[in-house]
């Protein structure tokens, strides 16, 4: 009997890579990785371990792709290089926790033919199985009904075969078919389905015809129809022998490993995704990984609606990107507490958690208790703080405006207003004080305010968000020679022209170095796709690009 073992919640599937440990050559070998893993991800991932100086993983100098064949196909596999004073056992180990496993979301729909449910695997199988069934059901039927049928009609004509020379002479007196049917009915006591058969037949059959081969055809006939009875008791097993006859012409060992979640959620301390997002509303948040924004999931599924300013509203109203593990969450709510969430706690991707405490005001990721972060307040007041400053446990860090993680690539802090004005500071300018600090003094003249981190100088393009006084939404670009330093006690500078009823509602940036890649721009309640050679194409002095969302946030990808 075939057993089905649901991992996890069932939304959920955590693979992990197989390796080879040669302790006697001193060797690592990673045999196969998880679906959707690439070397990259696990360069990237080491390269986060150096950064932080890890005990373990900082000994691993590099992976080295090796080219063979498996079964007689063409194979990858990696080397890990790593110095060879370190302890080959450990690194195994802390490599394949931490670089070498991959969170899959199932994200699964079925529609019963009215309403559409979210599903596991099980359902899917059950779904599956239940189709299935039905249909060699009906099947069977169906040739049991065919046989039943001619098996009537061949009775009925030994019914009246010693009649025959009588009923052929009728035939030909006949003046219709009716005729014919009636007479064979009411003088011969057969069925009308029996009797409008023998009617439709050709003389030639009835003459041809013996009583034994009759008898014969209907004993036949009997006989298989038993049989089609006995197989709707052997159903689940032609299923069971389909199966097995798949499994040996298609099946092979499971190379990747599967993990039960539920076994491993205690000891979780990060979330393991290469690129997505961070989203929040009012008072819920949730993880989308880039496959479940690529495939157009409906991100306001699950969302609950909740009262603000006399309005039932159900939205998003913030998001960041995330391309690295993530160890924990920083929650900002509007009281002015902060708490940082552990990853041990988020009990669920691709899908919305509700806060219980209080409104959302922001949220960034954490990758590591060195972060720092970057936030500006009501008041006007800037000031970096650390990730070490916060616990599980709320404390007080005063209200914000905008808070942003410091991007350790990047030299300069873009703020925008909503009427189109802007600061452009050194970021290694903003001091880093505690988190009760108030923070030193930035002039954004009293307007809500936007801002992102930038490298001067490279590839990257910031986009403003923009709406107009009818509620069309657009995007524009700013090119790095229309920004320059400022001093963030001085005036603001002026970035745009902005046309009456015109503001600015967000920005975000891009990556231009690649003009065919693309782009996931995440509105308050949908996404947009849009490629980088179209975003290109916008700015204030022809026609500012009109899109149909509100952008939040622009998730840059090339798959």
């Known amino acids: 009997m075939y057993k089905f073992k649901q991992f996890g919640s069932g939304n959920n ?17 990673i045999k196969d990785l998880p679906y959707m893993m690439v070397k990259n991800d696990i360069l990237k991932t080491l390269k986060r371990f150096h950064t932080n100086k890890h005990a373990v993983l900082s000994n691993v100098l590099n992976i080295i792709e090796i080219h063979t064949t498996r079964d007689g196909e063409p194979h990858m596999e990696f080397e890990v290089v790593f110095d060879k004073n370190s302890n ?9 926790k931490n670089c070498l496993s991959k969170t899959i979301p199932l994200s699964y729909t079925l529609t019963d033919g009215e309403f559409v449910h979210n599903v596991s695997i099980l359902d899917i199988v059950k779904a599956w199985y239940s189709t299935l069934y ?3 059901v009906r099947k069977i039927g169906y040739h049991t009904s065919i046989l039943i049928s001619r098996r009537h009609v061949l009775e009925g004509m030994l019914i009246i075969y010693d009649h025959m020379d009588d009923i052929i002479t009728f035939i030909k ?34 003459t041809r015809v013996s009583k034994d081969n009759l008898i014969e055809q209907i004993k036949n006939m009997s006989e298989k129809i038993k049989e089609l009875d006995e197989q709707l008791l052997t159903i689940d097993d032609e299923i069971m022998a389909d199966l097995d006859t798949i499994g040996k012409k298609y099946g092979r060992p499971r190379r990747t490993k599967l993990i039960d979640l539920d076994a491993e959620q205690e000891e979780q301390t990060s979330i393991i995704i290469s690129s997505g997002s961070l989203m929040w509303s009012h008072n819920q948040y949730a993880i ?35 391309n690295n593990d993530i160890e924990n969450i920083m929650i900002f709510h509007t009281d002015g507490t902060v708490r940082k969430l552990p990853v041990s706690d988020v009990y669920d991707m691709n899908n919305w958690i509700m806060v219980d405490d209080q409104h959302i005001s922001a949220m960034v990721p954490v990758y590591s208790e060195n972060d720092k972060f970057i936030i500006i307040s009501p008041e006007e007041k800037i000031r970096m703080v650390s990730a070490s400053d916060f616990t599980k446990n709320l404390v007080t860090c005063g209200q914000v405006s905008c808070v942003d993680l410091v991007e350790n690539d990047k030299t300069h802090l873009l703020i925008v207003t909503e009427s189109g004005k802007f600061h452009c500071i050194q970021i290694t300018d903003i001091p880093e004080l505690g988190r009760t600090a108030s923070g030193v003094k930035v002039v954004l003249d009293s307007e809500p305010s936007y801002m992102v981190q930038i490298k001067m ?3 990257d393009l910031p986009i403003v968000s923009l709406l107009d006084s009818e509620g069309y939404r657009y995007i524009m670009k700013i090119e790095q020679d229309m920004i320059y330093e400022t001093n963030r006690v001085n005036k603001l500078k002026k970035l745009f022209d902005l046309e009456d009823g015109f503001k600015i ?9 690649d003009k065919n890649a693309k782009n996931i721009m995440i509105g308050r309640q949908t996404i947009y796709n849009i490629t980088t050679r179209n975003i290109l194409t916008s700015d204030m002095e022809s026609v500012p690009k009109r899109i149909p969302v509100e952008m939040l946030g622009i998730v840059n990808y090339n798959i």
């Not at 080959?88 to 394949?96: N, Q, T």
């Open 134 to 136: 039905t249909t060699k």
């Open 457 to 459: 100088d490279s590839n």
């Open 13 to 29: 599937i955590k693979m992990r890579a197989t390796i080879d440990i040669d302790r006697e050559e001193n060797k690592i070998i």
């Open 173 to 206: 007196k006949a003046k219709n078919k009716e005729e014919i049917v009636e007479h064979l009915a009411k003088k011969y006591k057969l069925t009308d389905i029996q009797a409008d058969a023998i009617a439709e037949m050709k003389i030639s059959q009835l």
């Open 88 to 96: 080959i056992l450990e690194i195994a180990r802390d490599l394949e």
């Open 505 to 513: 509602t967000g920005i975000s940036k891009i990556d231009v170095s």
């Open 288 to 322: 989308f990984d880039l496959q479940n924004l690529i495939n157009g999931k409906n991100l306001i599924n699950g969302l609950k609606s909740i009262r603000i300013d006399g309005k039932n509203t159900r939205e998003i109203v913030g998001t960041h990107n995330i």
